[in-house]
């Protein structure tokens, strides 16, 4: 699942390595606006995606800018979450929206309070690894305690899909990958589709 459109109409527990990639259908129109926002999204091999997020001590006009602009970046790469550091902003925020529609959630210092011992496998992509799937297994349910935007305390108690984007989102705070979270034998095979990704995509802006 996580922040790539290639999983969001991917049923839970139906993941399976051998699927092709599955690219959102768009117009033109929605096409160009993908591409321009995953132009913002940073892809594997910078730096940025390994670092530690630092906390946000300030709770201003420019974070909730810095919020703004992420869920509609978000929005406009299909995808179902998004990370600071994805963007190059080391800041502990994400957002996300598991539900097409509905409005986009951001968590700023987000911290898992408690996460269930049921944990499960399911197929994830991410924005920054273009053409990559693999299998994750995280707990089902998590309880996290952040601060919105406007600095106030929330804590939301989340299950299935939601738990799972948001516990993709906060891995990227701390510089983790869904390739750190797999299998070697997974790992190695998403490393050279990734290479090969990366080479093609390069050969298209030559
Ligand atoms: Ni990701």
Redesign the pocket.
């Known amino acids: 699942m996580?922040?790539?459109i290639e999983t969001e109409e991917h049923e839970p527990g139906t993941g399976a390595e051998d699927e092709p990639r599955r690219e959102p259908q768009l117009d033109p129109e929605q096409a160009a606006r993908r591409e321009a926002a995953l132009r913002h999204v940073r892809v594997f091999g910078d730096p940025a995606l390994k670092t530690v997020a630092r906390p946000v001590e300030r709770f201003d006009d420019e974070l909730r800018a810095e919020v703004e602009r992420m869920g509609r970046l978000m929005i406009d790469a299909y995808g179902i979450?998004?990370?600071a550091t994805?963007l190059g902003v080391l800041h502990r925020v994400l957002v996300y929206r598991v539900e097409l529609d509905s409005p986009v959630a951001a968590l700023v210092n987000p911290e898992i309070e408690w996460s269930s011992d049921e944990r499960e496998p399911l197929e994830?992509?991410?924005?920054?690894?273009p053409g990559v799937l693999v299998d994750v297994e995280r707990p089902v349910h998590v309880r996290v305690r952040a601060r919105d935007p406007g600095g106030e305390e929330v804590v939301v108690e989340a299950s299935g899909l939601e738990a799972r984007v948001i516990q993709?989102?906060l891995?990227?705070l701390d510089g983790v990958?869904?390739l750190d979270r797999t299998s070697r034998g997974e790992r190695k095979e998403a490393l050279r589709a990734l290479r090969e990704r990366l080479e093609a995509d390069e050969r298209a802006v030559a």
Do not use: K, P, R
């Open positions: 996580s922040d790539a979450g998004l990370a994805q994830e992509g991410c924005l920054s690894l993709h989102e891995d990227h990958l869904i």
